[in-house]
């Protein structure tokens, strides 16, 4: 018998994961099969054999009763009557291998979640690929239509999906959450894993859920700042019905009615202000964080006059990831140029446009805007606030070259909160691009 690990797995043509437990339930089964036969000739092809921690044994456990392995890829599995043969490639001994009279070839598949929406894209691709056609050709792709959930969101009724089709959210802040606010994933439905890893998983999904209902019962929020009362409020009689607020919430927190007016849901919000930042009549606030907060700190600072101690530049700052990295910097005792002032936002998302020219109109020469770095990997603590962030700074920037002002005195900056020792670097070449473009024209315009 052969075993071939990985048969389509670890494949960016079909599953570019690793699914966890392909690599013990082969040895368990060859470990089996020499219990009933210690005579039969038992091969596995592998990649990598993964056994972490105490499943090392395993892996040994195998070697001792004689199962042989084969480190390479599989060319060809062909038939001949009731006999089977493959013929593999071994990269340790740089040669080919043939393995003939074989009764059976055992295949370990890896794991596909249910909803698996990036299979369908992926076919989506290929299929435009045949017909010669691009992507957008191709298309939208198929979405889930036998949702279990049947989830009342604008957004769909099933749970939002990462690269690989796994429900997930962010991983450090919010562990177990799904990116629909109170929906806890637990197991091989959040991503693959062994039957151990699945328990702890569950157990810790379920702590966050009894968090979850401890705290609404309380009226405090579940997401993310701990005892925070504050639930967006809005000024509906500037309302125009843009739709921008509940287009661009990341968690589905606003509902529209018949009218198009904004119908907020508390219960799925997470405070990270992307709504605020959205409105373009400003109508949405917080208690504790608002348009009018930030700007009253951004016209409180002092700008010296034109040519002492220039220029005078204003980092807005993710709290989440790049403003610990700021602080991590100071920990570190690294310098950063002194002519920086930094206000941290609760998301790079919630940046509002207005802030930008107050700033201007302020006379500081510039703006750097710190965000967490997004993509399928993302590192954005709220999904897209730092793709929200370039696409308003880049109508900035058109907005700037129209009015003869450098677009380079707005930059953007993705940071993880490992980077703080990028920060010193990144500010000192600002400043050195402000000092080369010239002081503000626009100051107390």
Same mark, same amino acid.
Not at 12 to 17: A, R, T
Not at 189 to 212: L, S, W, Y
């Given at each position: 018998?052969?075993?071939?690990?990985?048969?389509?797995?670890?494949?960016?043509?079909?599953?570019?994961?690793?699914?966890?437990?392909?690599? &013990?339930?082969?040895?368990?089964?060859?470990?089996?099969?020499?219990?009933?036969?210690?005579?039969?000739?038992?091969?596995?092809?592998?990649?990598?054999?993964?056994?972490?921690?105490?499943?090392?044994?395993?892996?040994?456990?195998?070697?001792?009763?004689?199962?042989?392995? %084969?480190?390479?890829?599989?060319?060809?599995?062909?038939?001949?009557?009731?006999?089977?043969?493959?013929?593999?490639?071994?990269?340790?001994?740089?040669?080919?291998?043939?393995?003939?009279? #074989?009764?059976?070839?055992?295949?370990?598949?890896? #794991?596909?979640?249910?909803?698996?929406?990036?299979?369908?894209?992926?076919?989506?691709?290929?299929?435009?690929?045949?017909?010669?056609?691009?992507?957008?050709?191709?298309?939208?792709?198929?979405?889930?239509?036998?949702?279990?959930?049947?989830?009342?969101?604008?957004?769909?009724?099933?749970?939002?999906?990462?690269?690989?089709?796994?429900?997930?959210?962010?991983?450090?802040?919010?562990?177990?959450?799904?990116? &629909?606010?109170?929906?806890?994933?637990?197991?091989?439905?959040?991503?693959?894993?062994?039957?151990?890893?699945?328990?702890?998983?569950?157990?810790?999904?379920? +702590?966050?859920?009894?968090?979850?209902?401890?705290?609404?019962?309380?009226?405090?929020?579940?997401?993310?700042?701990?005892?925070?009362?504050?639930?967006?409020?809005?000024? +509906?009689?500037?309302?125009?019905?843009?739709?921008?607020?509940?287009?661009?919430?990341?968690?589905?927190?606003?509902?529209?009615?018949?009218?198009?007016?904004?119908?907020?849901?508390?219960?799925?919000?997470?405070?990270?202000?992307?709504? +605020?930042?959205?409105?373009?009549?400003? %109508?949405?606030?917080?208690?504790?964080?608002?348009?009018?907060?930030?700007?009253?700190?951004?016209?409180?600072?002092?700008?010296?006059?034109?040519?002492?101690?220039?220029?005078?530049?204003?980092?807005?700052?993710?709290?989440?990831?790049?403003?610990?990295?700021?602080?991590?910097?100071?920990?570190? &005792?690294?310098?950063?140029?002194?002519?920086?002032?930094?206000? !941290?936002?609760?998301?790079?998302?919630?940046?509002?446009?207005?802030? %930008?020219?107050?700033?201007?109109?302020?006379?500081?020469?510039?703006?750097?805007?710190?965000?967490?770095?997004?993509?399928?990997?993302?590192?954005?603590?709220?999904?897209?606030?730092?793709?929200?962030?370039?696409?308003? +700074?880049?109508?900035?920037?058109?907005?700037?070259? &129209?009015?003869?002002?450098?677009?380079?005195?707005?930059?953007?900056?993705?940071?993880?909160?490992?980077?703080?020792?990028?920060? !010193?670097?990144?500010?000192?070449?600002? #400043?050195?691009?402000?000092?080369?473009?010239? !002081?503000?024209?626009?100051?107390?315009?």
């Amino acid at each position: 018998m052969a075993f071939i690990q990985c048969a389509g797995s670890r494949d960016e043509e079909h599953l570019p994961y690793c699914s966890a437990v392909c690599c &013990r339930a082969s040895l368990k089964q060859s470990l089996y099969l020499k219990e009933q036969n210690p005579e039969m000739a038992i091969y596995v092809i592998y990649k990598d054999i993964r056994t972490p921690g105490q499943d090392e044994e395993l892996y040994r456990q195998a070697q001792r009763a004689g199962v042989l392995f %084969i480190r390479g890829e599989v060319e060809e599995v062909s038939a001949e009557g009731d006999q089977l043969s493959i013929l593999a490639e071994d990269v340790m001994l740089q040669d080919k291998v043939s393995l003939e009279e #074989l009764d059976l070839i055992v295949l370990a598949t890896g #794991l596909v979640p249910n909803a698996a929406v990036w299979l369908e894209e992926l076919t989506v691709e290929e299929e435009a690929k045949e017909a010669g056609e691009d992507e957008e050709g191709a298309g939208e792709p198929p979405k889930v239509d036998n949702s279990i959930l049947k989830l009342a969101y604008r957004q769909g009724p099933d749970l939002p999906n990462l690269k690989y089709g796994f429900p997930d959210s962010h991983f450090i802040c919010f562990p177990y959450e799904t990116r &629909r606010t109170g929906i806890y994933a637990a197991g091989t439905v959040r991503r693959p894993m062994t039957m151990t890893e699945a328990a702890e998983d569950a157990t810790g999904a379920a +702590m966050k859920a009894i968090q979850a209902v401890e705290a609404v019962s309380t009226g405090k929020a579940v997401h993310p700042r701990a005892g925070d009362l504050s639930q967006p409020e809005f000024f +509906m009689q500037r309302c125009t019905q843009c739709k921008r607020c509940t287009e661009e919430c990341p968690f589905g927190a606003i509902n529209e009615d018949n009218e198009a007016n904004p119908l907020p849901n508390p219960t799925r919000c997470r405070r990270c202000g992307v709504c +605020m930042g959205a409105c373009p009549e400003r %109508i949405i606030s917080f208690k504790n964080y608002s348009v009018d907060m930030i700007g009253s700190m951004i016209k409180a600072i002092e700008v010296p006059e034109e040519f002492d101690e220039k220029p005078r530049a204003l980092a807005l700052v993710c709290e989440n990831d790049a403003y610990p990295a700021l602080d991590m910097t100071g920990f570190r &005792r690294l310098e950063y140029n002194p002519w920086v002032r930094v206000i !941290p936002l609760r998301c790079l998302g919630s940046l509002n446009l207005v802030w %930008i020219a107050d700033a201007l109109a302020k006379g500081i020469d510039g703006i750097i805007l710190f965000s967490c770095k997004p993509g399928d990997d993302y590192q954005c603590h709220f999904i897209k606030g730092s793709e929200l962030a370039e696409t308003r +700074m880049s109508k900035i920037a058109e907005t700037l070259d &129209r009015l003869v002002l450098e677009s380079d005195r707005v930059r953007v900056e993705q940071i993880a909160i490992t980077d703080y020792e990028r920060i !010193p670097e990144i500010l000192d070449n600002f #400043l050195e691009t402000l000092d080369a473009v010239g !002081p503000n024209p626009y100051k107390d315009f």
